[in-house]
């Protein structure tokens, strides 16, 4: 069987639609715009103008968020599921013991025990008593 490396760059390639974006990044653009622009009109004479720029801010950063934001190889949606599945989802840790470790560490800590109990039984002296 034949085999060939493919380089990082070839595998992060995105096709580009207008203007150098991507399909997904143009639609978030125009979602924001879509988004906006009636917010920044429809508040013009209703809201300080010190004010309404922050509006639209908070109105159009999740769009440009989707579009364009990705961490550790996530898209934004994905990194918004995954936090919500870690902050409202009751975890559930499961522990596979593969080399035995933790039976291991149990056996040593049951032979203590034993060994503590012999000797408040008095089932071992020490080495300076027996003369």
């Given at each position: ?11 992060e390639?995105?096709?580009k639609l207008i203007?150098g ?7 978030s653009?125009?979602g ?5 622009v ?7 004479g209703?809201i300080?103008a010190?004010i309404?720029?922050?509006?639209v801010?908070v109105a ?6 989707f579009?364009?934001f990705?961490?550790?190889?996530m898209?934004?949606e994905?990194?918004?599921k995954?936090c919500?599945?870690?902050?409202f ?12 470790i933790?039976?291991e ?6 032979e203590?025990?034993i060994?503590q109990?012999?000797i ?6 020490r080495k300076?008593?027996?003369?």
């Open positions: 069987m034949l085999s060939m490396k493919i380089p990082a760059e070839i595998q390639y995105k096709s203007f974006l991507s399909a997904r990044q143009f639609f653009i125009a924001a715009i879509l988004v906006g009636p917010i920044g009109v429809l508040g013009h209703r300080s010190d309404l720029p922050w509006f801010i159009v950063m999740p769009f440009f968020a579009g364009f990705t961490f550790k190889g898209r934004f994905e990194l918004v995954a919500c599945n870690m902050w989802r009751p975890q559930i840790r499961v522990y596979e013991d593969a080399d035995g933790f039976r560490l149990y056996e040593e800590i049951v203590q025990e060994v109990q012999r408040t039984n008095g089932e071992y002296e300076g008593d027996a003369d």
